[in-house]
């Protein structure tokens, strides 16, 4: 390929002319032979087997490749030039093959699945530089007396057409694989095939206008040559090849495929006309929710008319019944999962209200964009008011309507796992009406009949809300209070008040007709907790203390446990004598140390001890409750805490450094509004660095509430203190609390140690093993209390932990024995 050099040789180049027919018909080819090409490549799209897609690729790289090359051809025949040309067959021949071998990789690149940019410049690029490398090699079987010369700019425009033009087409025609399947011949296909023709022709035709002829030195005769008229046949043949194979068989494919999707579709509209008149009301709306379409069932559930409708939102339907959360949530679902179904009411045209079962689906087109939403919904009605009287009929007492001993029994389980999990009680009053058999049986069923239903009036005027008035059977009540956070005495004075109401609004005369009678009852008291309870067990203490107050002569109550007064006494002297207990300075602390598996000390806890003159030595667990029901706990706790740094502080001046002192912390205390301030300033006034103080919490810190929990902890954590959850597994903390905590350590209760050796069904062992994997999991620090034993810790040490407390290491010790231990074990070790 050689080109101009200078302009004076464009002054002795041959004059150039062409033939408009020639032209117009060379552009036509080309037109025909990429539309061509792209119904080829929309069957190899369609393919479903690489075998039919490779046979698609050849078939239509065949007719492409001879397409782009017949154009090329009768471009040649529309040249005219001064001088006689004719043609070498070989090299036509062969210029054939990069045609037909461009078209076939621009067809497989088109079915690939990568990114639509790239597989667009590829295809452009290749075609573009295919196209000029087979003008090339035609011209090379041009025979004439002739140089052939190159204008370098037009030649680089003439590439740069072919490519971005190429590109453009083959755009269109990624569009038209997705939109013209609904017809034999889409208009964006004819538009890519026309683009792409103009590409082909228009490279040919620059290429042409920057070839330049000169004067040659060469005569003599070509062999093998071929004159235009033969050429013009073969062109003929080639072009009929085109028309006839390549454009009539995918066009007849298509319209097979067309043929049976149109039979399908008229299958499916037949389907849903007839779904579309169920008994179920549909409506259909538009993208935007304006109704388009109703069924008969929905004019017939509604009341409205088509008319009435159309234009409309659902909104029209709308009860009042739901807010806007509730149609927020069931929009979110919509549109996340494309359908939703569930209960809603609904609003008919006469403004009744009613309940509906609705489903709501959304119709995509095929580029995922929503253009319809169709709701279905029955009226459920029925199915409601049937469901209410099997509701009624199975919970509550025909007679009076109140609760019967089914329902009764559900409530006392959800009392129960209240009261077990809060730590409350619980009261349940069991009253019997004195003497009603005598009255029912001297003056007939229906005078205590109405005996029986004014009693449950009475019962529910008096009770609050809360309470649950049950009617057992017979002339039996009962009267559930719902678990309260109160101490155990003002329960106890609260079911005492509640008894004497009960009593006095019963003594009231029942006035029956021409009766005036008067009716006592007796009742029996229990309280619950929780704790290995049962319904049948809490009604059997309740009818036992019943008849107690029975056998005391009617028209009184009676508690269950004879005790249960003489203990409300024990307590009240317990919160006496806890009042004065730190001014009189009964409290000690007694501090058990903490080891790592090779025995060194990485802590201690402190422990409260109460020796009260008269009392004696207290455990804990007797006063503390008593401590956090009347508040007295926030006191104690400051004590402690004053105690702990005092203690630390005299350590450190013997030289014995505890990394840190564990001090419980109260839920009351916890929340106390000076807690953090005071904390704050005890450390600082003691200079104790706030780290190596670990507060220890119970779960129930955290599940009252949680919000000002964590926001207390991440103070207290951003000053330097850490934490620890103490009793861990005996509640029911959730995992997404812990996690939500900063917590540094978790404490594994001392009755799961306890049971490690002495668990059958190694359920002990199971959990414990569980709540190593999640300290770790979570990055905790681990620590096992209550180990008393070295078989014990070596199974601890087994499972993952590393750190122990108990008596097999050392007992709690008061603070004078405890700094000489240490001071003796820090030598010895």
Not at 189 to 211: L, P, R
Not at 524 to 550: C, H, P, R, V, W
């Amino acid at each position: 390929m050689e080109f101009i050099s200078s302009s004076t040789q464009l002054l002795n180049a041959y004059s150039k002319d062409f033939d408009s027919s020639l032209i117009a018909l060379s552009i036509i080819i080309a037109i025909t032979s990429s539309f061509t090409a792209f119904g080829v490549a929309e069957r190899i799209n369609k393919a479903d087997k690489q075998i039919i897609q490779s046979i698609w690729v050849v078939f239509g790289a065949i007719s492409m490749g001879l397409g782009i090359w017949a154009m090329h051809f009768i471009g040649s025949l529309a040249l005219r030039l001064p001088i006689p040309v004719s043609y070498n067959l070989h090299m036509i021949l062969l210029s054939m093959l990069p045609a037909i071998l461009v078209s076939s990789t621009v067809l497989w690149l088109m079915i690939q699945s990568f990114s639509n940019q790239l597989r667009l410049l590829l295809c452009g690029i290749f075609l573009g530089l295919g196209i000029c490398n087979m003008h090339i090699i035609g011209m090379m079987s041009w025979q004439f007396d002739a140089q052939v010369y190159y204008v370098p700019n037009l030649l680089v425009v003439a590439i740069i057409i072919a490519i971005l033009f190429a590109t453009v087409a083959l755009s269109i025609q990624f569009e038209a694989f997705e939109k013209s399947c609904d017809q034999i011949v889409g208009f964006k296909q004819i538009k890519s095939a026309i683009v792409m023709g103009f590409a082909v022709s228009g490279m040919y035709y620059t290429v042409m206008h920057a070839t330049v002829f000169l004067p040659g030195h060469e005569t003599g005769i070509y062999a093998e040559t071929i004159d235009s008229s033969i050429l013009a046949y073969m062109i003929s043949g080639v072009i009929l090849l085109i028309l006839l194979l390549a454009i009539v068989t995918p066009l007849a494919l298509r319209y097979r495929q067309m043929s049976f999707d149109l039979f399908q579709q008229e299958q499916n509209l037949r389907i849903a006309a007839t779904a579309f008149q169920a008994h179920d009301a549909i409506m259909i709306t538009d993208e935007h929710t304006r109704i388009i379409k109703i069924n008969d069932a929905f004019t017939e559930m509604t009341g409205y008319q088509e008319n009435e409708v159309l234009g409309n939102t659902p909104k029209i339907l709308q009860s009042g019944k739901h807010d806007a959360r509730f149609y927020a949530g069931l929009w979110q679902q919509l549109l996340s999962e494309e359908s939703w179904c569930g209960e809603i009411w609904n609003r008919r045209k006469n403004s009744e209200i009613f309940p509906c079962w609705q489903t709501i689906s959304t119709v995509k087109n095929r580029e995922e964009k929503i253009t319809h939403y169709v709701s279905s919904f029955s009226d459920i009605s029925k199915f409601k008011a049937n469901e209410k009287e099997i509701e009624r009929l199975a919970f509550y007492d025909p007679l009076t309507e109140l609760p019967n001993r089914r329902l009764l029994k559900d409530h006392l389980e959800h009392e129960f796992n209240t009261a077990n999990r809060y730590q409350r009680h619980g009261v349940l009053l069991f009253m019997d009406l004195d003497r009603f058999k005598h009255i029912n049986d001297s003056l007939g069923h229906s005078v205590g009949d109405e005996i029986l239903i004014m009693t449950a009036k009475r019962l529910l005027s008096i009770l609050r809300k809360s309470d649950i008035a049950v009617r057992l059977g017979g002339d039996e009540y009962i009267i559930l209070i719902p678990t309260q956070s109160k101490s155990i005495t003002d329960i106890i004075t609260q079911a005492q008040s509640v008894a004497e109401r009960v009593i006095h609004s019963i003594n009231q005369p029942y006035q029956i007709g021409s009766h005036n009678l008067f009716i006592s009852t007796s009742i029996g008291i229990t309280l619950f907790s929780g704790n290995e309870e049962s319904s049948e067990t809490i009604l059997k203490q309740a009818d036992t203390a019943m008849y107690q107050a029975k056998e005391a002569g009617r028209n009184t109550f009676r508690f269950y446990h004879k005790s249960m007064q003489e203990e409300a006494d024990s307590r009240l002297i317990l919160e006496k004598y806890l009042r004065t207990a730190c001014i009189n300075n009964e409290f000690t602390l007694h501090y058990q140390l903490q080891f790592s598996k090779a025995k060194e000390i990485v802590g201690a806890e402190a422990l409260i001890r109460w020796n009260h003159p008269e009392l004696g030595l207290t455990v804990p667990a007797h006063f503390i409750p008593v401590a956090e029901e009347t508040g007295i706990i926030v006191e104690i706790g400051e004590w402690v805490l004053q105690e702990v740094c005092a203690q630390m502080k005299a350590l450190d001046e013997l030289g014995v450094v505890i990394p840190h002192m564990a001090v419980n912390i109260s839920l009351r205390q916890f929340h106390q509004k000076n807690f953090t301030t005071m904390l704050k300033a005890t450390i600082e006034k003691a200079n104790i660095p706030a780290n190596r103080i670990l507060l220890e919490i119970t779960e129930s810190v955290f599940l009252k509430n949680f919000e000002e929990t964590a926001a207390i902890m991440n103070e207290l954590k951003t000053y330097g203190f850490r934490f620890s959850i103490d009793d861990f597994g005996t509640g029911y903390a959730s995992l997404s609390f812990l996690k939500r905590l900063p917590f540094d350590q978790l404490k594994i209760d001392q009755s799961f140690v306890h049971d490690l050796m002495n668990d059958p069904d190694n359920t002990a062992s199971a959990i414990v093993q569980a709540i190593i994997a999640m300290a770790n999991s979570m990055g905790l620090n681990l620590i096992a209390e209550g180990v008393e034993t070295d078989q014990q810790l070596q199974v601890l040490s087994n499972f993952g932990c590393h750190y122990f407390q108990g008596y097999y290491f050392v007992k709690p010790l008061a603070a004078d024995e405890f700094n000489h231990y240490c001071q003796q074990y820090l030598l010895e070790h």
